[in-house]
């Protein structure tokens, strides 16, 4: 957020003095004192915002800015992947669909399997939609085999968190791939050379890993928080399959819908055009998911109106303190950025000599540290290298690689200013000290992996 008519005047060294001291502050307050997190980021926030010099008479406009902005992408998703997951729940399809599974590969290779599975799901869809779909199945999943949740649930995340920073047509590498003038077909194929790997050392191996030393029971968030009556016939796999499938679809087909426009095989301002990309933007998706599927698992299997409604009903409020927890990282987010931290970090990281597939890694990185998005991370390290790159001959398959390098450090170090942090501690029943111990040490080795795959295919470029 820019705010008009104000300057920052501060230099880059009492900046980032703030921001850390901020973080410090946030981290004591959450895990020492047992401050609630979402008082403790909307407090942290309101008192980074002083401290950096944010006029008084704007201090709130920024705030709300962040929590706004951030909900306004989250809120609808988990709401409505909520709802489809209590469907999924109660109606024993996440059961028949985890049944499915394990005759299909096996006890011993489920987290493979669910990890494979939001790989194809993840190429289309984003991270928070994606993650929350799949959440019924991972819980039905971890309840049945046991060891806990995070041997599930790591590298079914992992795999939507990979898949939503390396690949297009994800915003963060779209976005960069324009900016440095790369081949945006060249890109999906390398990230995928990128991607796959990472995902199967970093999430799925580290998810096991980790999964027998930290044993956390399986959240009872889309059960409404006590046991659940399933259907005594539950639906087959193939409708739940189908179920998963059909946002898919349409985000996909949106995703067609915007190379066929932009190629010029369609007429962008065609109103059929418009309603059909509208109806594949992510959070309509999933609402034409919730209501095909309150017929299906609901009114069709003998539930009525005011059954289905409760069910429903009962979904979202086991969500909403991690919906008003993740816009509060957000807001943290916002005030990072509004109060000029990530610029300072830009400027100091853009004055030292380095290669500049390294400058591109470590500028997103630290961009990513401050203010906590990695797309915005993303796109504002790619306009920073874009001079340098744009000065040089760089070939293709180096163009690719620097948009790859960029996205790789886009994702490093997630913490506690980045709304994905809450959204999987809260979905996994993680406490703070134990979201840094596995979320934000997969992330990094996710970041890490990818730059070094991504050095690779520069130099041997």
């Given at each position: ?5 104000w300057?920052q ?16 502050v946030?981290?004591f ?11 403790a ?14 006029p ?44 499915a ?39 039905a ?12 649930g ?22 960069a ?45 889309l ?43 369609a007429?962008?301002e ?8 509208t ?13 095909v ?29 991690i ?23 830009s400027d ?5 000599g ?13 961009i ?11 796109t ?23 948009v ?7 994702v ?41 795959i ?8």
């Open positions: 957020m820019n705010i008009d008519g300057t005047t501060m230099g880059s060294g009492p900046l980032l003095g703030i921001a850390a001291a901020a973080i410090a946030l981290l307050l959450i895990i020492k004192l047992r401050v609630h997190a979402f008082l980021l909307v407090l942290v926030s309101l008192a980074t915002a002083f401290a950096s010099g944010i008084a008479n704007s201090i709130i406009e920024t705030l709300t800015s962040g929590f706004g902005s951030t909900l306004a992408s989250v809120a609808l998703l988990v709401g409505l992947g909520a709802m489809l997951g209590r469907l999924l729940e109660v109606s024993g399809g996440a059961q028949s669909l985890t049944d599974l394990l005759n299909r590969f096996g006890e011993r290779r489920a987290p493979m399997a669910l990890g494979v599975a939001s790989l194809i799901f993840g190429f289309p869809i984003f991270f928070d939609a994606g993650l929350v779909v799949m959440l019924p199945i991972v819980f999943v971890a309840r049945r085999l046991g060891g806990g949740v995070l041997r599930y790591l590298p079914t995340a992992g795999a939507f968190s990979v898949m939503h920073i390396f690949v297009p047509p994800h915003p963060g590498p779209v976005a791939s324009g900016l440095l003038g790369a081949d945006v077909g060249l890109v999906l194929a390398l990230a995928l050379v990128v991607a796959i790997p990472t995902w199967y050392l970093t999430s799925y191996l580290y998810g096991l890993w980790v999964g027998k030393r930290i044993v956390l029971p399986v959240p009872e968030l059960n409404g928080g006590g046991p659940v009556e399933q259907d005594e016939n539950p639906p087959p796999a193939r409708t739940v399959i189908s179920l998963l499938l059909l946002p898919l679809l349409l985000i996909f087909a949106n995703t067609g819908l915007n190379t066929a426009g932009e190629a010029g095989w007429n962008p065609a109103g059929w055009f418009q309603v059909a990309r109806l594949g933007a992510t959070p309509v998706a999933l609402l034409i998911t919730v209501f599927a309150t017929y299906v698992l609901g009114t069709r299997r003998g539930r009525g109106q005011d059954v289905v409604e409760k069910l429903l009903d009962s979904a979202l409020g086991p969500v909403c303190a919906i008003l927890i993740t816009g509060a990282g957000g807001m943290f987010g916002g005030v990072l950025q509004a109060s000029g931290i990530g610029d300072a970090l100091v990281m853009s004055d030292i380095m290669p500049v597939i390294v400058a591109a890694y470590v500028i997103a990185a630290v990513r540290i401050a203010q906590g998005s990695a797309t915005v991370a993303l504002t390290a790619a306009g920073l290298v874009q001079p340098v790159v744009l000065g040089q001959d760089f070939n293709s398959v180096q163009l690719a690689a620097l790859l390098a960029l996205a790789a450090g886009s490093t170090a997630g913490h506690v200013n980045d709304s994905g942090f809450w959204l999987v501690g809260r979905f996994f029943g993680m406490d703070v000290k134990t979201t840094l111990k596995t979320w934000t040490v997969m992330q990094t080795t996710i970041g890490l992996m990818g730059f070094g991504a050095s690779l295919l520069f130099v041997v470029a």
